[in-house]
Structure formats: structure tokens, C-alpha cells
């Protein structure tokens, strides 16, 4: 492994000495694989949630070990360290309330960043900068800007970024990319995104003293100052624009993602969305129902020459769409399904359609909608971040993270388009809309010192 420890110096190298935010302090100007069987040493910031099953994915990896982990609420450590570690027979872990502190950890090579939407793109801008290699949770920036400079980082630190993407581990969607792009489906011209999750209200909290153990401040971090309510901390904060994205940059964004990988594009021309928070007088701001429609140019293609992506967000009580029966026993059914949820992929060719769920796809061919190809199977999304690092390889970690930015960025524009109430067009050269000054201010946000994401990377 000389050639990747040569890699690591080299990257890093370079980073020395630049102060990591408004923090003051600087990256290493080395980092290394430590152990016998050259494991990476990973840190996870933000354990609550998903950040458990981050916690086992690498833990149950020969070549990895968690080594620490980092949440702003403290009252999680003893309960994840006992379930976690100690129970399994592993050794304590180093635990940290301020990512900036793990950052300067020496030991660790990688980081897992399983926070809040809004501090996904600072997080681990700084952690490139400390000379980290970084897997960060979808989606990878809260807003169009922050996609923007992580790209920029990660080209400039030259360290693996993943992003959280995790389908495009799986054998399932690399067959299902390569089988539409052979042309088998005939002239692709429209694919489409499903997330029907039942979702009940989330009701109103008042505000209220923040919790023992928890440093509010820090969880805020880029984000306005606003007092303490449990609507606006653990999970619920995806409801809330200062925070999250709603549904459509929560599960959706996985299946924008496959959408847009199928169909071949990365940033349209025109966006048109609309919806509504229905039914419920509570504290959620983002839509729970939500149609957003994409167009991108096709100059290969027949008719108008054009591209369509449609994502949908439904809360509710629905029909499962591609679906022939509620029993779930049809021929050709390929969602993910479950008592409450229909999460997918759909797509549409001149020959033919194709269905897909997180681990099945089947094309069907002609009028008659006959069964043809299909594809099957998971990956490792965790194996595969810690194998791209020990090969100093990028395209093993299956998530590249300019990518990642062209998924989040449809999530991005679509949310404007409805929180503007307006169809956008959109020049993706300039990455710039076309006449609307007033969507142009929604690509970014002021941020709250010292938390900024900064312009210059």
C-alpha cells in the first residue's frame, strides 16, 4: 500500500496550515492507515439515527474500525457505546462534542458526516481541510452553493468523497444504468421518482430551555438563531427549511438520483413544481405532497428534443402506481414496498417501460407490456468508501461526489420552484436562473458566524 500512503502525504500535504472555518485551527500535514491489516481508522459525526447504522457498517468491516464518534447531544454516547462497542466486545470509542475537536485527531483517516442537512457541505469541507477522507449522508449540501464548493473541495484536497447515494452500490442500479443506456428501452425520454411514505402529523412543540447535554448552539451551527423546540431538533428538523429539504431531500433524493443516472442527464432548463402541506395544522413548513417536473435537452431525441424527470412526494393514503394489485402478488412488481410505504423508479422508452425498487428491475417490452430483462441485488456502500480509500481509487467508492451535487441540485431547484410558486428556467452553464434575481437569492443563504461556508476553497 506504499502508493496510497505516498497518495495520502501528498494530498495532505498540501492543506497544511489552513485554518479550518473561522476555527483557528489547521489541518495535519499527514494522516496514515494504522493496524497490521492496514484498517482505516473512521470517525462518525452525528450518531443518533442513521449515524447507528454507519456505526455497523464499518464495525463490521475486517478493514476498518470505528475509533470515534462526535454528537453535540451528549446523552447518546453511553447508550451507542454499550450497544454498540462494549456489548459486542469492541473497545470504548473517543467520543467528541465538537467536530472541530475530532478533526484534530490524528488517528483518524475518515470521517462519516451523519448530521443535519444544514451542515452537511461545512462538515465536511472542514474535514478535507484536516486532511480527512470523507462519506457524507444524502443529501450532501443543503443548499445549491454548498454542492458547489464541496465539488470544489473535494477536487482540491484530492481525498475520497463519497456521497450518500448508497443505491449506486448496489449490482441492482449498475445493471439497470447500463442496461438503459445500451438503448434496449429505445429512446428514453421520461423517468420518474417515487416516494409515497405515510406520514402522520408532527403536531406543535412550544419552545422550551434547552435540554441537559445538548450544545444548541453548535447543533444550529450555519443556520439562523432560534430558541430551543423539539419540532426543530431530533428528526423533525427535516420539516423545517432552515434545516432539512422535506421529503423530496430526505428519501427522495435517492430516487431523484436514480432517476437522473438512468436517464443521462445532469442540470436542466426548466423546473416546474407544485404542492402543499395538506390536512395537518402543525408545525411542518415543507410540502407533504409535492409534484416536481424537470426538463432537460435531448438533441439526439425525436419530437420536441427534450428530456423529462417527475418526482413525487405522497403522504397519505394511496394507490401503489405500477402496482396491479394491494395485495402486492402481481407479476411485475418491482417497489419497495411495505404496509405504509411505495418508494421507486419509473421509466419510459419508445420500446417499452421499466420498473425498479432499491434492489429489483424489470423492463417490460411492446403494447402488451411483455416481461423482458430484469436485475437484481445490493451492495456495500460502507465497504465500498473504505476500499476506495485503501486503493486510493474514487470510483470505488461508487458515489462520486460530483454527482452527488447534480442529484441534490435538482432537489434544490424544485424546492425554489415550489417555494417561489413558479415555473424557473435555468441556464446550467452560468448555474444561474434566467430572469429571476429572486430565485438566484435561494441558490444560497446567510450563514451565522463562524459557521460559513466559504466562497474561496
Known amino acids: 500500500m506504499t502508493k496510497r500512503r505516498d497518495f495520502i502525504r501528498g494530498g495532505v500535504l498540501g492543506t497544511a496550515g489552513i485554518a479550518i472555518g473561522a476555527t483557528g485551527f489547521s ?10 491489516n492496514e484498517r482505516v481508522n473512521v470517525g462518525i459525526v452525528g450518531i443518533r439515527g442513521q ?34 462497542f462494549t456489548d459486542k466486545g469492541l473497545p470504548r470509542p473517543r467520543v467528541y462534542g465538537d467536530m472541530r475537536k475530532l478533526y484534530e485527531d490524528k488517528d483518524i483517516d475518515a470521517v462519516s458526516i451523519v448530521t443535519p442537512n444544514h451542515w452537511h457541505a461545512l462538515a465536511s469541507i472542514w474535514a478535507l481541510q484536516a486532511g480527512k477522507h470523507v462519506s457524507v449522508e444524502k443529501p450532501c449540501c443543503y443548499n445549491f452553493f454548498e454542492g458547489r464548493k464541496l465539488v470544489e473541495a473535494a477536487e482540491k484536497y484530492k481525498l475520497i468523497v463519497q456521497d450518500g447515494a448508497e443505491q449506486r452500490s448496489n449490482p441492482c442500479a449498475q445493471s439497470m444504468a447500463d442496461y438503459l443506456h445500451s438503448g434496449k428501452l429505445g429512446e428514453l425520454y421520461m423517468a420518474k421518482g417515487l ?15 434547552v435540554p441537559a447535554g445538548v450544545d444548541y448552539d453548535l447543533w444550529l451551527g450555519p443556520a439562523p438563531k432560534r430558541p430551543f423546540s423539539q419540532n426543530r431538533f431530533h428528526y ?20 431523484m438520483d436514480i432517476a437522473r443516472w438512468g436517464l443521462g442527464v445532469t442540470l436542466p432548463v426548466k423546473i416546474s413544481t407544485a404542492g402543499g402541506h395538506f390536512m395537518f395544522d402543525d408545525d411542518q413548513q415543507t410540502p407533504n405532497d409535492l409534484i416536481a417536473v424537470f426538463e432537460f435537452p435531448n438533441p439526439q431525441g425525436g419530437g420536441d428534443r427534450k428530456k423529462i424527470l417527475q418526482f413525487e412526494v405522497r403522504h397519505w393514503i394511496t394507490n401503489r402506481e405500477g402496482v396491479n394489485s394491494e395485495n402486492n402478488q402481481a407479476t411485475g412488481n418491482t417497489y419497495m414496498v411495505s404496509a405504509d410505504n411505495s418508494v421507486g423508479n419509473l421509466f419510459y422508452g419508445s420500446k417499452g417501460y421499466l420498473t425498479k425498487n432499491v434492489n429489483e428491475w424489470q423492463a417490460f417490452y411492446g403494447k402488451e407490456r411483455v416481461a423482458g430483462e430484469k436485475g437484481s441485488g445490493l451492495g456495500d456502500h460502507y465497504a465500498d468508501f473504505i476500499d476506495a480509500i485503501r486503493a486510493n481509487e474514487q470510483k470505488l467508492a461508487n458515489g462520486d461526489i460530483r454527482e452527488g451535487f447534480y442529484s441534490c441540485a435538482l432537489m434544490h431547484l424544485g424546492n425554489i420552484s415550489y417555494r417561489l410558486g413558479k415555473s ?3 441556464d446550467p452553464v452560468r448555474m444561474k436562473f434566467i430572469n429571476a434575481p ?20
Open 27 to 36: 489541518a495535519k500535514s499527514y494522516t496514515s492507515i494504522n493496524g497490521s
Open 51 to 84: 449515524g447507528r447504522a454507519h456505526i455497523t457498517g464499518y464495525s463490521n468491516l475486517k478493514n476498518a474500525k470505528v475509533i470515534a464518534l462526535c454528537d453535540v447531544d451528549s446523552n447518546l454516547f453511553e447508550e451507542r457505546i454499550k450497544s454498540q
Open 195 to 209: 416516494c409515497y411514505k405515510w406520514r402522520d402529523t408532527i403536531g406543535k412543540t412550544p419552545e422550551e430551555p
Open 236 to 255: 423533525n428538523w427535516h420539516w423545517n427549511w432552515d434545516y432539512g429539504n422535506g421529503d423530496m431531500g430526505n428519501q427522495g433524493v435517492h430516487e
Open 424 to 426: 424557473l428556467e435555468f
Open 438 to 457: 429572486d430565485a438566484d437569492a435561494m441558490l444560497t443563504r446567510q450563514y451565522r458566524k463562524p459557521f460559513v461556508v466559504p466562497e474561496r476553497i
